[in-house]
């Protein structure tokens, strides 16, 4: 049996030696210096002004699409099918109202032509996935966004530390999302964050990072002008927004300061893996023309070439007698505009017009690329793969 877990050795000795010594020598254990220099460091490494730690990848889109909602106005915020349900519920929550646009095959993004057929004066935003590691942009789609002055959210909850043209994802949009959750490309076990270099944006998700207070500002004359706006109130209990804790701890920003020390390491391993695992696929079976360049994969994707019901229930099968781990629909399940929260919310649309989503839904699935997979277990299972 082959014998693959979706993640393994996610989270090392060093990271638990790290928190450990953090419980012994600090009384500090909430939101403080530690979160500031993870968060430090997590800008560095991305390369933006602003980043803001959370409890999780969700809190992230529940307040990037809150203060969007605040700082933008109601209107339509353009989604994908394939992400996570929190990509879609947040813009619910946020009072905004979602447009699907089916993806392309080829990096499991929104297609760029799509999006820009649906802009229009009532657009807010795009909230691109980069999914499962692929870029999702094109410089089409940023040069569109740009000449229309139309703000543009990146989810790279999957992506950690893929680019475009160099370029690393999460810092060409507004503003940017990340997942630390156990499965990901490095984990703080839980945990997101929110990074941008719009100042007026990352005050807005300060506020709504813990519970709306005027005091979690770091700006100055904004804490000074609401506490001139509201005389009756006292400043160190002035509620500005609708706010949620979606804090972290300072122990999950010590794991997530020792994790990234080896995420560049870890990513490089995992573009090989992808590679070998890519190159062996047969592609008269599977689908490999994948857009490779500047991916950094947490997964493997596989995906039937000609769909067959009969093929796939073979494949999982297989799958599941070779013990190896793997997810059905690849992202959050396959095509988002098909769960109950999404119909309920908008019963007129058809989720089977998104056809790319579709396919993806019923024959796509994804198993663990992690940085110490054997490269014979990676030969094995494309063999295992391609005798189907
Ligand atoms: C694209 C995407 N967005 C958001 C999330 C939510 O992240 P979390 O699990 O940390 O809440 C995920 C989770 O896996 C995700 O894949």
């Known amino acids: 049996m082959l014998n693959i877990p979706l993640m393994d050795n996610n989270i090392m000795p060093e990271d638990i030696d790290a928190v450990v010594e953090h419980l012994r020598t ?5 939101n403080g210096p530690k979160v500031m220099e993870f968060e430090k460091a997590w800008s560095e490494w991305l390369g933006v002004k602003h980043s803001l730690f959370v409890n999780s990848g969700a809190s992230a889109n529940y307040i990037t699409m809150a203060a969007l909602r605040d700082l933008y ?15 879609i519920s947040s813009v619910f929550a946020a009072g905004l109202t979602p447009v699907f646009v089916d993806v392309d095959m080829n990096t499991l993004a929104m297609n760029a032509d799509e999006v820009i057929s649906h802009l229009n004066e009532n657009t807010r935003a795009v909230f691109l996935t980069h999914v499962l590691g692929f870029n999702g942009l094109s410089q089409r789609l940023l ?52 990074c941008t270099d719009d100042d007026r944006f990352y005050q807005q998700c300060r506020l709504y990072r813990s ?8 700006d100055e004359d904004l804490k000074r002008s609401y506490a001139e706006k509201y005389p009756d109130l006292r400043p160190e ?33 995992r573009v090989e893996n992808w590679k070998l695992f890519v190159d062996h696929l047969d592609p008269e079976k599977y689908f490999t023309d994948f857009a490779m360049d500047g ?46 929260f999404v119909r309920q919310r908008m019963p007129s649309f058809d989720p089977s017009t998104l056809k790319n989503a579709d396919v993806i839904h019923f024959y796509g699935l994804y198993t663990g690329n992690h940085p110490t997979l054997e490269k014979e277990k990676i030969l094995k299972l494309c063999e295992v793969l391609n005798r189907l």
């Open 211 to 218: 519970h709306g207070m005027v005091r979690e500002l770091t």
């Open 237 to 269: 209990f002035l509620f500005a927004v609708p706010g949620y804790n979606m804090r972290s701890t300072e122990l999950n920003a010590v794991m997530g300061l020792s994790q990234l020390k080896r995420l560049d390491a870890n990513n490089a391993k």
């Open 26 to 30: 600090s009384d500090r254990l909430t």
């Open 143 to 194: 040069d569109e966004l740009k000449a229309r002055n139309i703000p543009l959210i990146e989810d790279v909850c999957e992506s950690h530390g893929a680019s475009m043209n160099g370029k690393k994802c999460g810092t060409f949009g507004l503003a940017s999302n990340f997942s630390f959750y156990y499965a990901h490309h490095m984990s703080t076990i839980e945990g997101g964050v929110i």
């Open 295 to 340: 991916a950094v994969n947490y997964a493997f994707v596989v995906m039937l070439r000609r769909p067959s019901e009969e093929k796939f229930r073979k494949l999982t099968e297989t799958l599941r007698a070779e013990n190896v781990e793997f997810r059905r629909g690849t992202a959050g399940g396959g095509n988002m505009a098909r769960q109950p």
């Open 73 to 87: 106005g109601p209107g339509e915020v353009i989604v994908p099918p394939i992400t996570w349900s929190s990509d």
